[in-house]
């Protein structure tokens, strides 16, 4: 499974938005999104389904779940 920040690195680049736009929409400073991304920090729990909404993903794909790990669950 894919650690959060680096899935969000990753949803991020392949939709060539910069961390200042991802940080613009969710209202954090760039440094935060910059932070999660080299696992120094996760998002607030409440900011998760705003950013899987932005990447239009659900919170199980935002976690790195695939659909084998979800009927193994």
């Known amino acids: 499974m894919m650690e ?10 392949i ?5 200042v736009q991802l940080a ?3 209202s954090v400073n760039p440094q935060t999104v910059s932070r999660w991304e080299v696992e ?16 239009e993903v659900s919170l199980d794909e935002l976690f790195g779940m695939t ?5 193994n669950n």
């Not at 899935?7 to 991020?12: D, E, V, Y």
């Not at 998002?43 to 705003?50: G, I, T």
């Not at 659909?67 to 009927?71: A, V, Y």
């Open 67 to 71: 659909d084998m790990e979800q009927i």
């Open 24 to 26: 613009e929409y969710l």
């Open 15 to 19: 939709r060539n938005i910069t961390q």
């Open 40 to 55: 120094g920090g996760t998002p607030d729990v409440m900011l998760l389904p705003k950013i899987a909404s932005f990447f």
């Open 4 to 13: 959060l920040g680096k899935k969000i690195a990753s949803l991020r680049k």
